[in-house]
């Protein structure tokens, strides 16, 4: 890479700088000598087996603490192998890496030096680094009160009492202003380079942007739909029966179709077929150093009745609390909507009129300031359960969170359709909260992170006396912009924001058929906002394999369960229904339930018809599943003949 020749030319460097690992300005010095030895020590003796260098700023006023991580060819060649990342064979089919079979890959030359992405050997390295755990020591070297005990992850004790900072890949210029040109760069109507994202940022990012993109573009046809229902059928809920119809079997085609796209997606980036039966300790989890009896490794022991106990003694009042405040704000919202009511049949003015608007404003704002420090809670509260895999962390983090988000946000609008039965209210409250969400997530995850960080590129540019903001930094100077910038959280808030704006679409699209339409809208700038905090605002984050959406996929699904459910009474609650049955309100009732019943039947046949993985893919799954047992066979039997081999030898000298 050009990146590492310079440094390596510049700073004395014998290895390619891929991570930063930055520690306290007053680090104990003893600390960082055990630190960066067990960073070296080799895979066998409990260490991470990298190459790691102190790195020293040229400006004197300057005191961090950075270190440059990188690994040898072997290194890296022997990791992929053991967390089985797949690669493209030669005749194009794609296979786990063994390193004995290293020539057969494609792209395999000089050795394996250019063979893995950047993002690839980066997260080789966090991996190790992940799996950096005490053994025999007690306390950290200088610093006798922070004590450790085997199986604790070094890094997160390291960085839980301030010693270690943060540790985060490398950008590479050269290819960010590639892709930053081909994605975001000017305004064009075709497709993200999704290949180009999942080479740079890994696949989990990738899929996200693939999923937002498809998301987008399956809105269309609703929002085409919607605006003729919006202008000229706004209290026609004969013609609104045809509209919730057709959204019902919309959002159930939207998400079986993305399933397929998913898996080409993953098949052709190679995380489709990538085991994930032995998934590692997640670093933050802790425990008795015991023996895995799956792969009979050394790692943290942790006893699931004491995790299940904090899941419900602690965690799920905690839960039930929090609905419990957000259900008392919302009647104090309604309050403010009764109040706003009064002032204006008394005032009838234009400033009532306005007025009328500023509950639902009020009680948006605070929504979206609830959901936030409720995420805050909810993730320490998901740590603090101790879960082993990350895997198991996230689907309990993501139930939390989309318990309070659905009845933060959607509580008040059931409320009103079926408590109150103010359709009007219903369309201004749902107008006004989808409209204040999406411009407070733009300013707060896009605009404002934007804003900052330019002040900080101008301080170092003025810093450095440069009138220019287009000439690029020094190599040494950009790694300390690096460390300097905000870190990216995950695509989790994304697609949290995705699933909220789903609801929207779906829960009460007879309605308010224009919800489509301002997703769309909001949606076209989110692409164009996300792509540009990925390259400039954040630090580069660690790649993540990702074969699908995952718990995401299960929470859009539930969401268009309950919006069949939510639309076919609203439809029912109609007065052209109602005037149907004026005598019986039970026959209504009855009605309701069996289209309900007929319209969920319709939607699980389709999910059932529409496989989730396409053909082509499915046949060579299958391919390689017959190889690998072909390959067992033989192995098997070439065993069993050396074997016999063995005894035939053996009973010849036995025999006289």
């Known amino acids: 890479m050009k990146m590492g020749l310079l440094v390596e030319e510049d700073f004395g460097f014998k290895f390619t700088p891929l991570v930063v690992i930055e520690l306290d300005k007053n680090a104990n010095e003893e600390a960082i000598k055990w630190l960066v030895k067990r960073i070296r020590d080799k895979k066998e003796h409990g260490g991470a087996e990298l190459m790691i260098e102190p790195f020293l700023m040229s400006s004197s006023d300057e005191n961090h603490n950075l270190f440059l991580v990188g690994a040898s060819t072997r290194r890296l060649l022997l990791a992929a192998e053991e967390i089985g990342i797949v690669k493209e064979c030669e005749d194009g089919s794609m296979r786990a890496f063994t390193c004995s079979n290293r020539n057969m890959f494609k792209d395999f030359k000089d050795g394996g030096d250019s063979f893995f992405s950047m993002a690839e050997c980066q997260y080789i390295i966090k991996l190790q680094l992940d799996s950096l755990r005490a053994i025999n020591e007690r306390i950290i070297p200088g610093y006798p009160q922070v004590t450790l005990y085997p199986g604790k992850s070094i890094l997160r004790r390291l960085m839980s009492k301030g ?284 605009f404002l992170p934007y804003w900052l960080q330019k002040r900080r590129n101008k301080k170092v540019h003025k810093k450095l006396g440069r009138t220019s903001m287009d000439k690029e930094l020094p190599w040494a100077e950009q790694v300390k912009l690096e460390a300097d910038m905000d870190t990216y959280l995950g695509t989790f808030d994304d697609y949290l924001e995705l699933f909220l704006q789903f609801g929207y679409v779906s829960l009460f699209s007879c309605v308010f058929p224009l919800a489509a339409v301002l997703a769309v809208l909001n949606n076209v700038t989110e692409i164009y906002s996300d792509a540009l905090k990925m390259c400039q605002v954040f630090k580069r984050p660690f790649s993540q394999p990702a074969a699908n959406i995952g718990v995401w996929q299960l929470a859009f699904e539930t969401m268009s369960v309950i919006s069949v459910v939510t639309n076919c009474a609203l439809l029912g609650m109609s007065p052209q229904v109602k005037s149907l049955f004026q005598e019986s309100d039970t026959n209504l009732i009855l009605l309701v339930l069996a289209v309900e019943h007929i319209l969920l039947a319709f939607k699980f046949i389709l999910m059932f018809v529409i496989p989730d993985v396409p053909k082509d893919i499915r046949t060579q799954l299958a391919k390689l599943e017959f190889e690998s047992l072909e390959a067992l066979k033989q192995q098997q039997t070439q065993r069993a003949a050396e074997s016999l081999k063995k005894d035939r030898e053996e009973f010849k000298l036995k025999a006289p």
């Open 163 to 446: 010693i270690l900072v943060q540790y985060f890949p490398l950008h590479d210029k050269e290819e960010l202003k590639k892709l930053s040109y081909s994605w975001y760069s000017k305004f064009q109507l075709s497709y993200q380079p999704l290949d180009d994202i999942r080479h740079y940022f890994g696949e989990a990012i990738s899929l996200y942007f693939g999923f937002l993109e498809y998301f987008t573009f399956a809105l269309i046809p609703m929002a085409l739909i919607g605006i003729p229902y919006y202008l000229f059928a706004w209290e026609d809920f004969e013609k609104y029966t045809l509209f919730a119809t057709f959204n019902l079997v919309w959002s159930t085609v939207l998400l079986e179709v993305w399933k397929r796209c998913c898996a080409s997606l993953a098949y052709r980036w190679g995380t489709l077929i990538r085991k994930k039966e032995f998934e590692e300790p997640r670093p933050g989890f802790h425990g008795v150093l015991g023996i895995n009896p799956v792969t009979g490794r050394e790692e943290p022991v942790y006893s699931s009745f004491k995790r299940q106990l904090r899941i419900y003694l602690v965690s799920v009042p905690f839960v039930l609390l929090c609905l419990y405040f957000s259900l008392y704000i919302m009647m104090i919202y309604f309050d403010m909507e009764n109040w706003a009511l009064g002032y204006h049949e008394e005032e009838q003015s234009l400033w009532s009129s306005l007025v009328l608007f500023l509950p639902s404003i009020i009680y948006a704002i605070v929504i979206e300031v609830l959901n936030r420090i409720y995420r805050y809670a909810a993730e320490f509260l998901t740590g603090w359960e101790n879960h082993r895999l990350e895997s198991s962390y996230q689907n309990h983090l993501v139930l939390k969170v989309l318990v309070f988000n659905f009845l933060n946000c959607f509580a008040s609008l059931f409320y009103i359709a079926f408590v109150l039965h103010d359709m009007k209210l219903l369309r201004q409250s749902l107008a006004t909260l989808l409209i204040t969400s999406q411009i407070l997530n733009q300013i707060v995850e896009a």
